[in-house]
């Protein structure tokens, strides 16, 4: 910011006085009009220029016309006050005028930031080439393609023509997620993609507890129009406890993501809020349109699929200590390897170079070879994984990270295209390297990124942060829905469990499972989705518990969570299916750069899915004794939920 006067250029004149020398500013109001006003206050170098600045500015030109003085902050005028009382002495003026308070407060905050000493430098930058751009559009428009066949086909394979409303509910999902990122002018990223690929896969979630809720009531005996009617009402609270539980983390997400993540978690709401919509009022709309008043009858199953999962009478509960047990193997296996291997930790954690380098030379160039070629290079031995079978090759250096001058980043590309020379023998020329949009031949770079040591600590806490106030708000969202503490810590132990175990695999696996499983944004993402979808099956779960602790008082608290369980088994079951599909279809066809993210997410989804079942109502159980269950429901509130 800067002092001048209206003549100058501030693109080319210096100005007179800087911001720094001002000590304070402030909103404060005229005592006789009652106007807002800003005080202003500087140092004495500045009392100093400024008594000269105002003076001159008073006494106007040679016309003898006032002139004003100009504020400029970024070389535009913020405000141009005229000068009214000759010389201005002592450091202290007040700036009056046509303010309104914000406006005053906002010209007061700008006079109290003053110059500000720190240089604009880039701490983290990514590029990619229209080559490697087009390849993953291609991929995951592939992806969203293959996934969206699958449910279709599967949805009316399964539900007949209650299948065929959720496809049409699931088109219009499509568009209303379309028009919503247009209307917001965002930009769809890789992770957007991936984003909306996953959708497809919730999206069909609440047809599904809508689906199977209604097939049990047309078990139970009752009227098609009944059972439509019964199915819907009956199953609100699961959906809107399992969808807002991911709505929680999705807003977690898109609070502490960067970059692309951000987007990711925006698709994600946009997606879980429209599939909400579009399954509740538009599914039922077209239900109740099609069968009217009984005059015709919808099917919800076929031939095959109706008896599929029904009348299952398994002891859930009593299986719980085999499940403690193997969740205990596979924990401690986890932690082991966490401990003794670590991670694949990604640039985003560790700050560095990541460049993927296509390169054009013999066949048997690999990862050890090109180690140990660029360790003379870069004074260090870079991570190089091989993550396309086209010699392509993701290479991370931390060489010269800590220079932020002018060309830094020249400096490290011109090492890497040196060493690569070297140990491949091509021709190409370092233009060409550079440039991706090139030839198909020769060696170059795809893709480049740089996170400089900064941002990569600001990830770290911000990755923290975002898993604990995820599972905070889910401990908090449990508690106020289901009044019990003991909902909430099974959901809890649920997720950490999920979490441990999704990390140990990946720790597990990192360097013999063929593809990249580092550690980064992306990763964090998958695993707050992974929370965001555990604690959706589990709370389906839960929801049942609660209804027949209502309608089964005699019951025994086993036989009521044996029953709940068995009951939501399908529902559990085909909820995770359809996802599955969708993100298996991702993790095949969605592009080398996208499979950790989806790989992620397949365990996660399976972890979770065993763990809602297993881990969560097990504790649950265990945590709570029968007398508190009883006095939980009258026998008024229970003839009233029997009739």
Same mark, same amino acid.
């Given at each position: 910011m800067s002092f001048m006067p209206s003549k100058h250029n501030p693109n080319t004149d210096n100005a007179p006085i800087d911001g720094d020398v001002v000590t304070s500013a402030g909103q404060t109001q005229d005592q006789i009009t009652g106007e807002p006003q800003v005080n202003l206050t500087m140092n004495a170098a500045g009392a100093k220029k400024w008594a000269e600045l105002t003076g001159k500015a008073y006494n106007g030109n040679a016309e003898g016309n006032r002139r004003e003085i100009a504020i400029v902050l970024d070389e535009q005028v913020v405000t141009a006050p005229s000068v009214n009382t000759g010389a201005i002495t002592g450091g202290s003026s007040v700036i009056s005028g046509s303010f309104?308070?914000?406006e005053a407060i906002d010209l007061s905050n700008i006079l109290e930031v003053g110059k500000l000493p720190a240089k604009t430098k880039i701490i983290q930058e990514a590029q990619v080439g229209p080559t490697l751009g087009k390849q993953n559009i291609q991929k995951s428009t592939l992806s969203l393609v293959l996934g969206f066949l699958l449910v279709l086909g599967f949805m009316i394979f399964y539900y007949a023509k209650g299948g065929v409303v959720s496809v049409l509910a699931l088109?219009?999902? @499509? @568009?209303l997620i379309f028009g919503t990122l247009s209307s917001f002018g965002t930009v769809l990223t890789l992770p957007g993609i991936a984003g909306i690929v996953l959708t497809i896969g919730m999206a069909v979630d609440a047809n599904v507890i809508i689906f199977e809720r209604i097939r049990e009531e047309l078990r139970a005996g009752k009227t098609m129009l009944q059972s439509i009617s019964d199915g819907f009402t !009956?199953?609100?609270?699961?959906i809107i406890d399992a969808n807002v539980t991911t709505i929680l983390t999705a807003i977690v997400l898109a609070y502490f993501g960067l970059g692309p993540i951000k987007g990711f978690a925006v698709v994600l709401i946009v997606g879980v809020i429209s599939s909400m919509f579009t399954a509740v009022v538009v599914g039922k709309f077209f239900i109740d349109s099609y069968v009217k008043d009984g005059e015709r009858k919808m099917s919800f199953w076929t031939g095959v699929s109706k008896e599929s999962l029904a009348n299952l009478n398994f002891d859930w509960v009593g299986k719980r200590k085999y499940a403690y047990m193997f969740s205990g193997i596979l924990i401690a296996a986890s932690l082991i390897s966490i401990a003794v291997r670590g991670f694949e930790l990604g640039v985003d954690f560790t700050g560095g170079y990541s460049y993927n380098v296509q390169l054009d030379g013999a066949a048997d160039i690999n990862s050890e070879k090109l180690r140990q070629g660029l360790k003379d290079v870069f004074g260090s031995v870079p991570v190089v994984k091989q993550i396309d079978a086209n010699n392509t090759f993701n290479i991370i250096t931390s060489y010269n990270i800590n220079d932020t001058g002018e060309g830094a980043d020249e400096k490290v590309s011109t090492k890497l295209y040196e060493g690569l020379k070297a140990i491949t023998g091509s021709n190409t020329t370092y233009e060409a390297f550079k440039n991706s949009a090139g030839s198909d031949t020769g060696s170059k770079i795809m893709s480049f990124s740089k996170v400089g040591p900064t941002i990569a600590d600001d990830i770290k806490k911000s990755s923290f942060y975002a898993g604990m106030f995820a599972l905070i708000l889910i401990f908090i969202y449990? $508690?106020?829905?289901f009044?019990?503490?003991q909902y909430?810590? !099974?959901? %809890? @132990?649920a997720l950490f469990?999920?979490?441990? %175990?999704?990390? !140990?695999? $990946?720790?597990?696996l990192y360097g013999w499972a063929g593809f990249s499983l580092e550690i980064d944004q992306a990763f964090i993402a998958a695993i707050l989705t992974v929370i965001g979808y555990s604690i959706n099956d589990t709370v389906i779960v839960f929801d049942r518990i609660r209804e027949y602790f209502g309608l089964y008082p005699n019951k025994t608290k086993d036989e009521v969570i044996n029953d709940a369980i068995n009951q939501t088994f399908s529902r559990t079951t085909i909820t995770s299916m359809t996802t599955l599909f969708v993100v298996l279809v991702l993790f095949l066809f969605g592009g080398s750069s996208i499979k950790g993210f989806a790989f992620a997410i397949l365990v996660g989804i399976l972890v979770g899915t065993y763990s809602s079942i297993f881990v969560a109502t097990p504790i649950v159980r265990d945590l709570t004794d029968d007398i508190s269950i009883q006095k939980r429901v009258s026998p008024a509130k229970t003839a009233k939920a029997v009739s």
């Open positions: 309104n308070v914000q088109l219009l999902n @499509i @568009i !009956g199953s609100y609270s699961s449990i $508690f106020i829905r009044s019990k503490w909430s810590m !099974g959901a %809890i @132990i469990h999920d979490t441990i %175990i999704t990390l !140990g695999i $990946f720790s597990m």
